[in-house]
């Protein structure tokens, strides 16, 4: 194995990947099976996660996929499939925390309801199914390679932008928020714990908008970088934090978001 080759690798690990049927989770499941990992795929639509799975093992790669159910939507959803990860393995070296949903309406019209569904799964989901899942976290974690739990935030949870998903963006802030929390915690239990804040990618969450190449152009030209993001770019992120190159990395919160962070319309001295 090259120097490489050895610095970013996650053959044999295990990882559990939630809301991995579609967006930036199958983009980050797909990065880790093709690096050597074993992959659970878990969503609401177990036929899609099968789907996925068996898609993704026919690429090649050197690690393997399984996907089946799960809801994180509710305390007893999390408690099936904390279950059926412990029937499956042992030890998880690897948590990404991406499923997620979102609610838009204007704000004269926003729901009282959505806040409390958003921030159910955003959030409340992303701390009981980690809290849920430590035995198998701890009895992967070493401290020359740390456990990993990735969160998925948002550039709407960095900047004050809303753009009538009100929930949403508040729900993203406090997985940031929660992020650094837990990764000084966790930290003595050698478990990193670190987020995405990306901005937009094609998914089904933002299949409104970027579904069409035309529609891709246009989101992307108010993008810094003049494009939205590509699979590559999630997978890039996911190896490294996930690998020995992000071991000594926790409490971040890293954009991916081709420039939407620093984005700002402020002028000093130039017209």
């Known amino acids: 194995m090259s120097y490489l080759?050895?610095?970013f690798s996650v053959a044999g690990k295990t990882a559990l990947v939630t809301g991995a049927a579609t967006g930036i989770g199958r983009m980050a499941a797909t990065a880790l099976v093709r690096a050597g990992a074993t992959v659970m795929i878990a969503s609401r639509k177990g036929e899609d996660c099968i789907k996925v799975a068996g898609e993704l093992n026919d690429l090649g790669g050197s690690g393997r996929a399984e996907g089946f159910a799960s809801d994180v939507s509710s305390e007893?959803?999390?408690?099936?499939?904390?279950?059926?990860v412990k029937a499956r393995t042992e030890?998880?070296?690897?948590?990404?925390?991406?499923a997620g949903i979102s609610w838009g309406a204007p704000l004269e019209s926003f729901p009282y309801h959505a806040w409390a569904k958003v921030?159910?799964?955003n959030v409340t989901a992303v701390f009981h199914l980690t809290r849920e899942l430590l035995p198998l976290l701890d009895a992967a974690a070493s401290d020359a390679d740390p456990a990993r739990v990735i969160n998925l935030g948002s550039v709407m949870g960095t900047q004050p932008l809303a753009d009538d998903a009100y929930s949403y963006s508040a729900s993203k802030a406090a997985v940031h928020h929660l992020t650094r929390t837990l990764a000084i915690e966790f930290a003595?239990?050698?478990i990193t714990v670190n987020a995405f804040a990306p901005g937009p990618f094609q998914s089904r969450m933002t299949a409104f908008a970027t579904a069409t190449e035309q529609q891709a152009r246009h989101v992307g030209g108010h993008v810094p970088l003049r494009r939205i993001g590509a699979p590559d770019d999630?997978?890039?992120?996911?190896?490294?934090?996930?690998?020995?190159?992000?071991?000594?990395?926790?409490?971040?919160?890293l954009p991916i978001d081709g420039g939407q962070?620093?984005?700002?319309?402020?002028t000093l001295f130039k017209e």
């Open 76 to 84: 007893a959803g999390i408690a099936a499939l904390v279950a059926e």
């Open 261 to 266: 962070s620093v984005q700002h319309g402020l």
């Open 119 to 121: 921030f159910g799964v």
């Open 234 to 253: 999630i997978a890039g992120a996911t190896l490294y934090l996930c690998s020995r190159a992000g071991s000594y990395v926790t409490g971040a919160i």
């Open 5 to 7: 080759d050895e610095l």
């Open 188 to 190: 003595a239990r050698r």
């Open 91 to 98: 030890r998880l070296n690897i948590l990404v925390n991406n």
